[in-house]
């Protein structure tokens, strides 16, 4: 079994900074790409940034250069940087990675954690 757990969620006012972590743990061979998506109240989940193993990153339009994914592979732990918050970033945001087992890949997803952008 694999766990991801999310924490680092909070409220914050527009203009501020949030650091989102999530840490994977269980039978874990290697982790490949690890990503965080979110889901707003009434929308569906969206991606908002990838990493590959290598380092290569991925963000949606909404979010970049603000926004920076980042991991350490020894911690096995992703974060998410997250500056110029606005209102429209306040959402529900989950933790995905595709961890390799014995013998297969398997994707997982964290529980979420919740950030509100609010005066």
């Known amino acids: 079994q694999v766990q991801l757990v999310e924490s680092g969620g909070d409220l914050v006012q527009p203009g501020g900074s949030l650091r989102l972590s999530c840490a994977a743990s269980g039978s874990i061979v290697s982790i490949n790409a690890m990503g965080w998506y979110r889901q707003a109240p009434g929308k569906q989940r969206e991606l908002v940034a990838l990493?590959?193993?290598?380092?290569?990153?991925n963000y949606a339009d909404s979010v970049k250069g603000r926004f920076t994914i980042s991991r350490d592979n020894a911690k096995r732990t992703v974060y998410l940087q997250m500056n110029s918050l606005k209102p429209e970033d306040t959402a529900v945001y989950y933790c995905?990675?595709?961890?390799?087992?014995?013998?297969?890949?398997?994707?997982?997803w964290g529980q979420g954690t919740q950030v509100t952008v609010s005066s």
């Open positions: 990493i590959t193993s290598g380092g290569s990153t």
């Open positions: 995905n990675a595709d961890v390799k087992g014995r013998g297969a890949i398997w994707n997982y």
